[in-house]
């Protein structure tokens, strides 16, 4: 099993989710974060003053899959959150020791 969690721009959050349902994803979990990358931040300008934004907003899914469907779900992942520019995000996979569903006890992947 593996925990997979990718670091997009908010606005494809809907486009990352719909299109993982068809891979039989039915469980995904959503964090609002902040960072930065190469970006590196960006200036902008409120009520005529300029002052810089060190953090931008991101969106952080989490999801927890079977060994067999971990390619799979990395390259649906990127061509949804895909915009071609620089912030895109990233992809990180970790191995995950033991998974349990705590109302059922159910283990491992029956727990997924």
């Keep these: 099993m593996k925990l997979i969690m990718a670091i997009i721009k908010p606005f494809k959050l809907d ?3 719909e ?3 068809p891979l039989g994803i039915q469980g995904l979990t959503v964090s609002e974060v902040k960072g930065f ?3 590196k931040g960006q200036t902008e300008i409120y009520r005529g003053a ?3 934004v060190n953090f931008l907003p991101k969106v952080k899914l989490e999801v927890a899959v079977n060994d067999d469907l971990v390619d799979r779900v990395i390259e649906t992942i ?3 959150a895909k915009t071609g520019k620089i912030g895109d995000g990233k992809i990180f996979v970790f191995e995950i020791q033991k998974a349990v ?6 283990t491992n ?4």
């Design 78 to 80: 990127q061509q949804a």
């Design 50 to 52: 300029e002052y810089v």
């Design 15 to 17: 486009e990352v989710r």
């Design 37 to 39: 990358g190469r970006q």
């Design 109 to 112: 992947t029956d727990a997924l």
């Design 19 to 21: 299109a993982l349902t």
């Design 101 to 106: 569903r705590i109302r059922t006890g159910e």
